[in-house]
């Protein structure tokens, strides 16, 4: 069966979260990253591997890195990027302190789209025979890099899938994200400077992307995304919501939390989202007839729609994968939508059953 959902943190202060039980280590050679430079991060602070200690001749004590005991330790997520939702929710919380509802509804929406619904497991970056044995087309089992069911274009730092590679870090897009941050926030990504941002690479966009699109559900998760180095990449004892050029190349190049890192001080999620886009407000819609043909599309949801977004994703996009499941895989689409709903229950949205009940 899929594992529970995880429910919120029973301590949800700040507290140092690059501590000795979480080292950074370089890839290996098996390991998986993708699009997501907060996701990319905790794999590359997986859990310490247990170790028989050793005594030190040389310094004559006991390794001081040696841990012993990882009963009370979480793991963040596994070094090789395959993850369980479960897993997912636990480290985005662990480490970032993400919201629990927030958590929860970005990993089932990512799972159920990307994942093996069968394994329970998910590539955090491409496609990899590690998640299990296919369901079979129109499925993807992609992995996070899967282009158009939840990643998608005018990404901050990753390219348009049209331009060939929407998941690595572009060198080009991130010397930009350092020039606005000079620009608009005196060194630092701050608010000011997400939103000038998001707007620059909406434009680029539709100036340079034939097959631009900006419809729901990539509408939401692009100003979403926006916010998430002001909530989740500035160290939680700082009152000063700016996320400094050293630490950003931390996170998005090297996949790596600073030096004493401490998460943020309460859960945390899209805060200022909604100044994001007022600040350029753009209807959702694509490129319908090459650059510059930016046209917006009344059926996708927006801001003042929010329940269109859960229904569009589960009809059209959950629906278009899975059109006639059977056996484990559909009774596992039932419990994930199920999760997936239950992470948005209080927005009074309708849930929506389209493989009936268990
Ligand atoms: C982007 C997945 C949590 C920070 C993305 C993208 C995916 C993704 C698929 C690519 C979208 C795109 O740009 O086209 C997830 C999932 C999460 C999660 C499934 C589970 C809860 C987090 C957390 C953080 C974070 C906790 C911060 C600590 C970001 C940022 C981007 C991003 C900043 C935008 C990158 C850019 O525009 O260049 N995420 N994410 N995400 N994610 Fe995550
Ligand atoms: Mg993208």
Redesign the pocket.
């Known amino acids: 069966d899929p594992a529970k959902p995880p429910g919120p943190l029973k301590y949800n202060g700040t507290k140092l979260v690059y501590d000795r039980a979480h080292p950074w280590k370089p890839l290996g050679r098996d390991d998986i990253r ?6 990319n991060t905790l794999a590359s602070h997986g859990m310490v591997t247990l170790t028989a200690k050793s005594w030190n001749w040389v310094s004559r004590a006991w390794p001081l890195t040696t841990i012993t005991d990882l009963s009370n330790i979480e793991q963040y997520l596994p070094r090789d990027g395959v993850a369980t939702p479960a897993q ?2 636990t480290a ?1 919380q662990e480490g ?1 302190n ?1 919201q629990n509802n927030l ?1 929860r509804f ?2 089932y929406a ?1 799972h159920i789209v990307d994942g093996n619904l069968v394994t329970d497991l998910v590539s955090i970056g491409g496609k990899t025979r590690e998640t299990g044995p296919d369901p079979g087309a129109p499925a993807i089992v992609g992995g ?1 890099n899967t282009h158009a069911v ?3 274009d005018a ?4 390219a348009d899938f049209a331009f060939g590679d ?1 998941h690595s870090l572009n060198t080009t897009l991130f010397n930009q994200f350092i020039d606005y941050s000079n620009r608009f926030g005196g060194g630092f990504y701050n608010l000011t400077v997400a939103q000038e941002l998001r707007w620059q690479r909406i434009q680029e966009s539709i100036a340079t992307n034939p097959t631009f699109d900006f419809t729901s559900p990539r509408f939401f ?1 692009a100003y979403a ?1 926006s916010t ?2 002001i909530s ?2 500035v160290d939680g004892r700082n009152p000063v919501r700016a996320l400094s050029i050293a630490n950003a190349t931390l996170f998005f190049k090297d996949s790596k939390f600073p030096v004493d890192f401490w998460r943020p001080a309460a859960p945390s999620g899209a805060e200022g989202i909604a100044e994001v886009f007022s600040a350029h407000p753009i209807a959702p819609g694509k490129n319908a007839n090459g650059i510059n043909s930016y046209t917006p599309d009344p059926t996708s949801a927006d801001f003042s729609t929010f329940c269109l977004l859960y229904t569009n994703f589960v009809t059209r996009t959950v629906g278009g994968l899975y059109p006639n499941p059977k056996g484990v895989l559909k009774r596992n689409l039932i419990i994930n939508l199920g999760y997936l709903y239950d992470a948005i229950d209080t927005s009074g949205c309708t849930e929506l059953f389209p493989y009936g009940t268990l």
Not at 34 to 39: A, D, Q, R, V, Y
Not at 155 to 158: A, C, F, Q, V
């Open positions: 993708g699009p997501c430079p907060g996701l997912i929710i985005v970032f993400m958590a970005v990993t990512a996070l939840f990643e998608g990404s901050m730092t990753r929407n998760t995304e998430f180095p989740f990449f």
